[in-house]
């Protein structure tokens, strides 16, 4: 089980982390990822890291300003976000699989957690 939390109401500009805690000792066993759905739109890859934290991947639209990363001996996973746009405002879930960016390539999810940016 996946819980995300660290959602919230920022300004353009400002910053969040979000974290996700699973449940269970087998974390470290899977990759971990972040993924956003947008109102009316798909839901698009962030994210996604290796099961060691040695390798990430981030999309283009995030990288420099988003930053994955994983604490498995707290089986947490962190999205840190800065210089947040308003066209970052999404739910933004959590899941665990297969290092990838398709939403087919992990097994597990969390309920999300909804970042909304202020112009």
């Known amino acids: 089980q996946l819980q995300a939390l660290g959602g919230g109401l920022v300004q353009a500009g400002g910053s969040l982390r979000l974290s996700c805690a699973a449940s269970g000792r087998t974390f470290s066993t899977y990759a971990a990822g972040w993924f956003r759905q947008a109102p009316g739109k798909e839901r698009d890859f962030v994210a996604t890291?290796?099961?060691?934290?040695?390798?990430?991947w981030h999309a283009n639209s995030v990288k420099v300003r988003f930053t994955i990363s994983r604490d498995n001996a707290k089986n947490t996973v962190y999205l840190q976000m800065t210089s947040l746009k308003p066209e970052d405002t999404a739910v933004y879930y959590c899941?665990?699989?297969?290092?990838?960016?398709?939403?087919?390539?992990?097994?597990?999810w969390g309920q999300g957690t909804l970042v909304t940016v202020s112009s």
């Open positions: 890291i290796s099961r060691n934290g040695g390798v990430t």
């Open positions: 899941a665990a699989g297969r290092y990838g960016n398709r939403g087919d390539d992990y097994y597990y």
